[in-house]
């Protein structure tokens, strides 16, 4: 019997994984590379503050900017609340039966519904029954409807996470059930929500097709951020200044620029969920 | 002495397996009582019992008599807090809130409309044997004391309520020697003011510090008196080759 020799076993399993590592990282690097160099001349904060003018072709990305901004506050604003509130009854309330298992599924499943079907059902519920119109509210209810599995998800992982000794440590001063998950639970699952919370936020702020159909705007050349009004959103002016423009070698540089200010502002986001990570690593220790 | 806390007849089962059998058994005032036996022998489930610790599990089916003196500890119209309160427990694993070490007492007291003043606290920690080592950090998180101080912390967090019985299940099986002897001495020193029921693993622990102690085998009460006797002159024979250590 030969044996391979163990040293070459191992440079192989090694190095596979080291290359697949390589791979990744070269791939990540030429994405970031081509929109640094060729956004880099555009991005100043005049770019981000001045609203784009002559169809366009001149002037910053303030108007999409707002657009964005607002959006995904109304998306925070309703799918938080109802999110955490969601996940906190399914892990501390609901008894865990047929039903909640498949509430539970069925939450689940919801997150890996592609984005375009959120798109179309907003369309139906919030834009034409419900008359909202092609509109801020009806595009940021969309996202919040996307938002809700993530955050739920999320949220109730935090909360497993959260071991029974620390409910049992509220119970046994007096404390009831309501006052152990608002006093304990949820402040020791708290980083955990959170970090749950910004990256589902910063991926939704970076959605086009829930927001196609239900009220994102080609171009607005008036003051916008009414509710009941169009807007102008990143990702939406960023596919349509590089495909549908017709002048788009033209406003290439702008789509550029656009393109790092989106990249920059969910870099943001997802740094400020590691912030609460390192927080909550901290705290554990 | 004054009987603080009884059970009879005491059946408990989870579905439908029964854990506890025909339990009665009661603590005197001022005492502390070691419940030992082999591990799954019931007396973590009959020590929860007292604090209705169970209530949790909707397939936990109690009945039977548990008295805290004349009350009912069951009685529908008392709030189960109101039990807690005057039962406190003291975990097998410390577990502190992850709040300061000054908020892990106040908040029992605030929760239960009790003043949480400065003096309250250090009263309650100087109970615990606590105060001297902690007094220039109450504003720290308690999770940065070590394991024993963290236990002796959930002794004066449960103290502070100023209970009638403190429950102890196992509160030395995570620590070292050092601060398992500083425990023993503390909850030898608490007996004065509060009535002790302990589960615990360890034969010497039980001899140092309870009163009585009660050994328990597969869900019944195999033997119960005065910790001396049990341990010099048991009358069950599963009783004395469990505490000469040929079963656990």
Redesign the interface.
Known sequence: MRYRTPKITSVIEWGTLLLSTCLVCFFLLVVLWEIISKGASKLSWEFVFTVPTDGMTKGGIFTPVVGTVLLTMITALFSIPFGVSCAIYLNEYA?NNWLTRTIRASIRNLSGVPSIIYGLFGLALFVQALQFGTSLMAAGLTLGLLSLPYIITTTEEALVRI?N????????????KF?TIK??VV??AMPGILTGVVLTLSRAAGETAPILFTGAAFYINRSTGYLNDEFMALPYHLYMLSTQHQSIEEVRPIAYGTALVLVIVVFLMNLTAFYFRYKYRK??? | MRTKLSTESLNLSFGTKQVLKNITVSFNEHEIAALIGPSGCGKSTLLRTF?R?HD?F?DAHIDGRLKLEELDLYDKTIPV??I??RI??V?Q?A?????SIYENIA??LR??NLPHNKDVVEKALREAFLWEEVKDDLKM?A?RLSGGQQQRL?IA??VA?RPEVILMDEPCSALDPVSTLKIEELITHLKEKYTIVIVTHNMQQAQRIADKTVFMYLGEIKEEGATQDIFNFPKNEVTANYIKGQFG
């Open positions: 008894e071991p000794s620390m409910r049992e440590a509220a119970l046994a001063v007096g404390a009831t006052e006093d304990v402040p020791s705290n554990e220790n | 604090n610790m949790l909707p807090t109101e807690r309160k406190g427990m975990f694993k577990n502190p809130f992850p709040k908040y029992g929760i239960n998180p999770t959930c967090r449960a309520l």
